[in-house]
């Protein structure tokens, strides 16, 4: 009886290529290795060009995915940006100043930035711009209003997971507060946003808007004592960023009195 002599078929060298990039997690080089290799037989490049084209791929994806997954962790939502932003408009904001917060020096340095101002007037944008730029810059950010970070931190009360949820607003490396101050805060609220602001001090930056200025904060907190306490952590080494002017939104003013600058 004649004996099967057929050899199994040599494997396949670009099969082991790409199944040792999916092994070694390089999920981007198995998907582009076919057409890098394909490239390669027609242009001939060193087997130096070759690795860098190879691993810049598997870098630049990997960047892009990091920043993704950031993006939607910020919850920053649509950012505008601050092109074609009307610096002219806000006689007291120094677009100096905020292109140069835009490079993220004060995070690197745990400093709070406050915007200041009117309703209408772009603080939200300006804030959300230079957190978003702070994402660019690998930092982990977390945008919230503060209505909604005080009403989950008073029901993590109730399910007993206030240290996780208070955790939550402590880690990120900028904290963005919204519409700060819109209403009274209670003395539950005033404690939370005390142990918040006292636990970033130094550790972190909060961007933080608020449609009124310090002169009025006194009477959103039930104690003037705690009230001083808040605002000096914030204000130390904070960069204020005043806005003033006319509001973008031109809002009809219902009762008749002039909406004036705080």
């Not at 037989?41 to 691993?55: I, K, V």
């Not at 711009?129 to 005080?150: F, N, R």
Request: with cysteine; aromatic share 8%.
């Amino acid at each position: 009886m004649a004996r099967n002599t057929r050899r199994t078929p040599a494997p396949n060298p670009t099969d082991e290529l790409i199944q040792l990039a999916i092994d070694l997690d390089l999920t981007t080089l198995a998907q582009t290795l076919p057409a890098l290799l394909e490239t390669a037989e027609t242009h001939s490049p060193s087997f130096t060009d070759f690795g860098l084209e190879m691993f810049r791929a598997e870098i630049i994806a990997r960047k892009t995915r990091r920043l993704e997954r950031s993006l939607k962790r910020s919850r920053l939502g649509l950012v505008e940006g601050l092109e074609g932003y009307d610096f002219s408009a806000r006689p007291k904001l120094d677009a100096r100043v905020v292109r140069e917060l835009l490079g993220c020096r004060f995070v690197a340095e745990h400093r709070n930035i406050l915007c200041l101002g009117r309703a209408g007037l772009g603080k939200t944008r300006v804030a959300k711009a230079i957190a978003h730029a702070a994402c660019l810059a690998d930092y982990s950010v977390l945008h919230v209003l503060a209505a909604d970070m005080i009403e989950e931190l008073h029901a993590s009360h109730a399910d007993q997971t206030f240290k996780r949820a208070f955790r939550r607003y402590v880690k990120p490396d900028v904290l963005l507060v919204d519409e700060f101050g819109y209403e009274p805060f209670t003395s539950e609220a005033t404690n939370y946003l005390f142990r918040l602001v006292s636990a970033r001090h130094k550790q972190g930056s909060i961007i933080l808007t608020a449609n009124t200025g310090f002169s009025k904060w006194k009477s959103l907190f039930p104690s003037e004592a705690t009230a001083v306490a808040t605002v000096d952590r914030l204000v130390d080494s904070a960069t204020i960023l005043r806005f003033t002017g006319k509001s973008f939104r031109q809002p009809r003013n219902i009762v008749g009195a002039p909406l004036e600058d705080d």
